[in-house]
C-alpha cells in the first residue's frame, strides 16, 4: 500500500523536531529524501508533496515547488 499523506506528516513533524533538539533554526529536505526514508516502493510525489505543503508554517518556503504532473509516478 503507498504512503499516505499522514505518513509523510509524521515524518516532517519528526525531522522537525530533531533538528529543534539539536538547535537547528532551519530544515532541509526534498521529497525524494522524504519518499526514501519511508522506503514505500510506491510512493507518490503528489502526496509527499502535498503533505509537505500542509506541514509548512508562515515563513516555510519551498524551494523547488511542484509545477503539474509531469514526471510523477
Known amino acids: 500500500m503507498p504512503a499516505k499523506i499522514a505518513d509523510y506528516k509524521r515524518l516532517i513533524e519528526n525531522l522537525k523536531t530533531e533538528a529543534n533538539q539539536a538547535g537547528k533554526k532551519y ?4 521529497a ?6 519511508l522506503d514505500e516502493s510506491n510512493a507518490t510525489l ?3 508533496c502535498s503533505a509537505m505543503q ?3 508554517l ?3 518556503i519551498m524551494i523547488v515547488a511542484p509545477t ?3 514526471n510523477v509516478s
Do not use: Y
Open 27 to 30: 530544515i532541509e529536505f526534498s
Open 32 to 37: 525524494k529524501e522524504l519518499m526514501a526514508k
Open 46 to 48: 503528489i502526496t509527499c
Open 54 to 56: 500542509q506541514c509548512m
Open 58 to 60: 508562515e515563513g516555510d
Open 68 to 70: 503539474g504532473k509531469k
